[in-house]
DNA sequence: TCTATTGATTAGAGCGCTCTAATCTTGTAG
DNA sequence: CTACAAGATTAGAGCGCTCTAATCAATAGA
């Protein structure tokens, strides 16, 4: 069996709470008995045991961290940016995954509350809205790429028609005038990215094309075969918006197969600004999300209730970025392509 | 406050320990008593304690995980894996993060084993071998992607020489002789992809070309131009084996910069199947490695552990298999590449 | 010398649960 | 009608810790 304070206690030949006192660095501990207990803790082997701790303090240092798809690489992000701040705070993460299924998200957020965490953090849950404020009333809850009017709620979304807004006046400014989103229908943010994308290109006093696609390579390459069927070669958009990253790839392999070349005839941006569009190969335009930046926030509105420091919600929107490579290139209305 | 076990039982006119006996879906339980607690529960909410459970039952539904780092795909689909087979047996994850420094993945370890889990898994941890013995003697270690020779610690690895004699194998089937394989130097499992291949070519009594590179794609680029710089056109191999996906891109781009077609000129080979491969304008022939299948044998190696079952290491081998796709084809020594 | 006062230490209850052993019900056989 | 086994229920201790309040030691002030 492991050690115990009890253990410690009687090898340094003290009681059991100065121990206590000890692994908590209190103050008020002589320097020698202090001593005493730190060698007798490291000659035993002995370490805390969280859970008694929690349980004997009504304390948690545990967060709950849902995560709807580990493999997207987003997630897997702001994750990292999550434990890095979790960790230097002295907080650990309890995680799951929700597969996407409303059920199965249901359970993996049962189980992350059976632990009477500090707090919960859920990253694009699809749980109903109902399902998110009965875990706010256990302890604070914070959602990240997702909204909510809770009260007890937290949010932590990048600004996505921030994003779209920051491709189209890249686009804009390169001079092109003829600019098409492919739209990323259902997918997480999308809406958000099509919004901004309408609005922008307004801003401009520019006709808004939006092409429906999906957040998939071949559904880029579908959605470029369709603008090439239905524009002519003098009217066809010269500068793409894509859904993201993946999308991006499938329209740029369709304009080449058309005979197109991006970016002399044709400018695409990604958004992710995943591996992939940092491939020199590719080299792709893009819309960089702070992704472990918005784990870092996440993790701070979430502390900050626990500390009691805050009651009101507060609600993050942060600002993409745009990354330049070679996917795009300047426009002018007689045809060639300035380098 | 919560409701506690006390709640309910005052609540069913029952004593708490039959309100426990019911929790745990005890057979010994009358079914108008039963379906009282249940009632009772539901009413107020109730939900099990898993620390208080933990800590009186002397048992652990914590399993610790180390991730060094999450960001690379290969660890977030192992750790899929194990989340789901983990949620489906009942048990919980407590993640972290290594950052693949020793000192930080010694901390990390370290905040793990004080929630005293069931047991501890570890992805391709970097920590020296006597940290994960001494883990190993205070529960259960499974190692993902590094071995050990300790008794009380189980390893799950993929085959990286299997991996490069499939293909090695593919590229001899379809003719090709001279064939190069751009090692992936220090990074973890380079070694033995190489091993492999070096093995496999001499298999095909075929000399085995290495050229030095890294998993990065510009590594990737270098290393082909290193080869163009280096053979003559009638003597430069035909057959690539690339250290990841990733190299095999930069080996792409350099090939067709140089004029040369592939896979009509020369066939490359992959290696992890990122969802780079998978994408439809690269289409890369690659191995791909039973990344979910790994998470879930770390798992179960570890629960044969927990419910003392076997007390002898297990070594999971695991093998890959070879994802055809349209960077690899046939090649004679006519010159020509039929299809 | 005696009492405050301050700082260091400890006793003991309790966190929410499990588990063993004891107690209470029944049903059934003698 | 009694005895007893089998099943259902509960009392109570204890898991490893924290926390409050009490105790103890040592110094200072009167």
Chains 1, 2 share one sequence.
Do not use: W
């Not at 909510?148 to 390169?174: K, Q």
């Not at 996440?298 to 970025?321: K, N, W, Y």
């Amino acid at each position: 069996m492991r050690p115990t304070m009890e253990d410690v206690a009687a090898r340094a030949g003290v009681s059991r709470a100065l121990v206590s006192l000890v692994m908590r660095n209190s103050p008020k501990v002589s320097d020698v008995r202090r001593a005493a207990v730190l060698r007798a803790a490291e000659e035993l082997g002995y370490q805390p045991h969280v859970m008694a701790r929690s349980l004997a303090s009504r304390t948690s240092t545990v967060l709950g961290v849902m995560v709807n798809d580990l493999r997207n690489a987003f997630f897997a992000d702001v994750v990292e940016g999550l434990d890095a701040a979790a960790q230097a705070a002295g907080f650990d993460l309890v995680l799951n995954t929700g597969g996407r299924s409303p059920a199965r998200e249901g359970n993996a957020l049962r189980s992350l509350l059976s632990f009477r965490p500090a707090g919960v953090i859920l990253l694009s849950p699809v749980v109903p809205a109902s399902a998110i404020e009965a875990a706010a009333r256990q302890c604070p809850v914070v959602l990240v790429s997702r909204t909510s009017r809770a009260s007890g709620v937290d949010t932590v979304n990048d600004d996505g028609e921030a994003g779209s807004a920051l491709a189209v006046d890249h686009l804009a400014g390169l001079g092109h005038r003829r600019i098409a989103h492919l739209d990323g229908g259902g997918a997480a943010g999308a809406a958000q990215r099509r919004r901004g994308f309408q609005a922008a290109m307004r801003r401009h006093g520019l006709e808004p094309i939006v092409v429906r696609s999906e957040h998939t390579d071949t559904a880029g390459e579908k959605s470029v075969r369709e603008l090439l069927a239905t524009y002519s070669r003098a009217e066809l958009p010269t500068g793409l918006v894509a859904g993201n990253d993946f999308n991006a790839v499938g329209a740029i392999s369709a304009l080449e197969e058309a005979g197109l070349r991006v970016p002399e005839d044709v400018s695409v941006v990604g958004y992710d600004n995943t591996s992939l569009a940092a491939l020199r190969h590719l080299s792709l335009t893009t819309v960089d999300q702070p992704r472990t930046e918005m784990g870092r926030l996440a993790f701070e509105a979430l502390v900050e209730r626990v500390r009691g420091e805050r009651t009101e919600p507060v609600r993050h929107l942060l600002h993409p970025s745009l990354v330049v490579r070679a996917t795009t290139a300047g426009f002018s209305a007689t045809g060639g392509a300035p380098r």
